[in-house]
């Protein structure tokens, strides 16, 4: 699948407010983290498609889903790599790999370099970030 080629989206805090729940604004838009084996997410083992709660997105497939052991979905690599976006995050006195959503922003979670085969990646996400698409 090809990345989406739609405009970015962006919205206002108050716009987000008005679509979101607080617990999805406060990670989403704020880069904040739900607790470890909390999420709707962690221990899904359903087939499907993860999708950016804000703008929709196809983010990750559930064939690309482990048992990361850390409390949160973990993925070994995106469903179209275009759509996840990465950059440095030096915040909580840690460097980290933070993924965002490429179209809107959103703050999914971070990379970091001790996931499974063939990436060797563990995409660790929110499910607050998410929405799933069960097929």
Known sequence: MAANDSKPVEKSDKEWKEQLTPEQFHVAREKGTERAFTGAYWN??????????????ELFRSEHQFDSGTGWPSFW?????????????NGAFMRRTEA?????????????????????????????SLKFEKK
């Not at 899904?44 to 997105?57: A, M, T």
């Not at 690599?77 to 995050?89: F, L, R, S, Y």
């Open 44 to 57: 899904n083992h359903e087939p499907g498609v993860y999708r950016c709660i804000c703008c929709d997105d």
């Open 77 to 89: 690599q995106p469903a179209v790599g275009a759509n996840v976006d990465t950059e440095e995050d």
């Open 100 to 128: 965002l959503c490429k179209r809107c922003g959103a703050h999914l979670g971070h990379v970091f370099p001790d996931g499974p085969e063939p990436t060797g990646l563990r995409y660790c996400i929110n499910s607050a």
